[in-house]
């Protein structure tokens, strides 16, 4: 009866390990991404997120003011 407890505890451990390591690798690949992408951004329009942040928000204010 040890030994069937044991062995269950081991299999449950190792499916537990295996979750968390797809886990972490979805995590990082997402992560490798979203990298990326920013990376990306910044090539393409040359400049800096917080940069990019406030050339947004004047182009959204831009928008709002314009009348369609």
Request: charged residues 15%; glycine residues 0%.
């Given at each position: 009866m040890k030994?069937?407890?044991r062995y269950v505890a081991t299999m449950a451990r190792q499916?537990?390990?295996a979750a968390e390591d797809?886990?972490?690798k979805k995590l990082m690949r997402a992560a490798?991404?979203?990298l990326r992408q920013r990376q990306?951004?910044?090539a393409v329009a040359g400049v800096t997120?917080?940069?990019l942040?406030?050339?947004l928000t004047k182009q959204a204010r831009h928008w709002r003011r314009e009348k369609f």
């Open positions: 030994s069937v407890k499916q537990v390990v797809q886990l972490r490798l991404q979203m990306q951004v910044q997120l917080p940069n942040k406030s050339l």
